[in-house]
């Protein structure tokens, strides 16, 4: 086993988890300590002993969705691949294969169901409880926007489609990066419109998983003005409706 465990804010400091008693919280710091390379642990309920933990704390962060149990007794962290990043030097499979099978990974990194999978928890439609438990940060990633980007229009309405793109950019970016690219574009006078093509950045552009890369890496640094090729490629794209939905 690993010596060496990860864990994301977008889960330790979510609101879900936050709310959680103190004695389940930790449970969960040392469920995942324990758990292999794929985030499955054989004895939940010997580690839930060992620490003093109480039933109703495992029993949490189950109904909560932390944690997903199976008949066989085996347990897996949800949000294992969004805690961890998974090194293939270090990697070692679970061997909890049939477990493993019965899962599916989603998009933004976390564990769910397959619609047949004998899982304890599965007591709903996949669907709707995966939905119900979205623990995404989407207000605190409008909250920063407005606080940092104040050159820019508000966003008052966090729309479904708006959901998607974060949620998307938030598997390849931390809101630490999303922070620095806001800050960036906040004091970038090109991203605000001073360009020969009067256009101006906003917060359905600024949030997308490809232009948080051109910020980051400095595509608009270079006195806040783009290369005559650079900037005629842009031109194009932003007299375009940026289309979200087929990223």
């Not at 003093?52 to 691949?81: M, N, P, Q, Y």
């Not at 890496?217 to 979200?244: H, P, T, W």
């Amino acid at each position: 086993m690993a010596e060496k465990r990860m864990f994301s804010i977008l889960i330790t400091e979510s609101d879900a988890f936050l709310s959680l008693p103190f004695s389940t919280q930790a449970l969960y710091f040392h469920l995942n300590m324990y758990a292999d390379g794929d985030g499955f642990i054989n004895n939940p309920q010997k580690i839930k002993r060992m620490i003093g933990a109480s039933d109703e704390d495992l029993k949490l962060l189950i109904t909560k969705r932390f944690i997903l149990t199976f008949e066989s007794g085996v347990a897996v962290i949800k949000h294992w691949r969004i805690n961890n990043y998974i090194r293939k030097d270090t990697y070692k499979p679970t061997l909890y294969v049939d477990e493993f099978n019965q899962l599916i990974i989603k998009e933004n990194g976390a564990y769910t169901e397959k619609t047949n999978s004998p899982l304890q928890s599965n007591s709903e439609p996949v669907e709707k409880e995966d939905k119900e438990n979205d623990d995404m940060p989407y207000s605190e990633i409008k909250d920063l926007y407005n606080s940092i980007c104040k050159s820019y229009p508000k966003v008052k309405v966090l729309t479904e489609k708006r959901k998607k793109v974060i949620k998307k950019s938030l598997t390849i970016y931390s809101i630490d990066e999303l922070k620095k690219a806001f800050e960036i574009a906040e004091n970038n006078s090109f991203l605000k419109g001073d360009n020969k093509y009067k256009w101006s950045a906003d917060f359905d552009w600024l949030i997308n998983e490809n232009n948080i890369t051109k910020i980051l890496e400095g595509k608009f640094d270079k006195k806040n003005k783009l290369s005559d090729e650079m900037a005629e490629f842009y031109n194009m794209a932003f007299n375009q409706e940026y289309n979200y939905e087929n990223e």
